[in-house]
């Protein structure tokens, strides 16, 4: 008869990698902070979209000059670029390992 081997989980840390060993021995990419300006990135880029609603005309034959606004054509582009920016320092930024 067999016997069943039941699978261990090391609770070393590598010493390649040194990342923080969660429960149940997995680690994550990111750290705390990285998540926290995801969601930050994330939040500039939809309010971004949402200020670039909108400004079109009811009736198709007459033309609206709301397009030209500040808030579509100047705010709106800063928002989402401010935002891409904030993702990319997410997702690059090393996280601090706890030893």
């Not at 994550?28 to 949402?50: C, D, E, R, S, T």
């Amino acid at each position: 008869m067999k016997e069943k081997h039941k699978p261990t989980v090391s609770k070393t840390v590598s010493t390649k990698t040194k990342a923080p060993i969660q429960p149940h021995g997995l680690t994550l990419a990111f750290g705390k902070q990285n998540y926290i300006l995801m969601l930050i990135g994330l939040f500039f880029i939809f309010l971004g979209f949402v200020l670039m609603i909108g400004g079109g005309s009811d009736d198709p034959a007459v033309f609206s000059e709301k397009i030209f606004d500040f808030q579509r054509l100047t705010l709106s582009p800063i928002l989402l670029l401010t935002g891409f920016v904030i993702e990319i320092v997410a997702i690059m930024k090393k996280t601090k390992v706890a030893e």
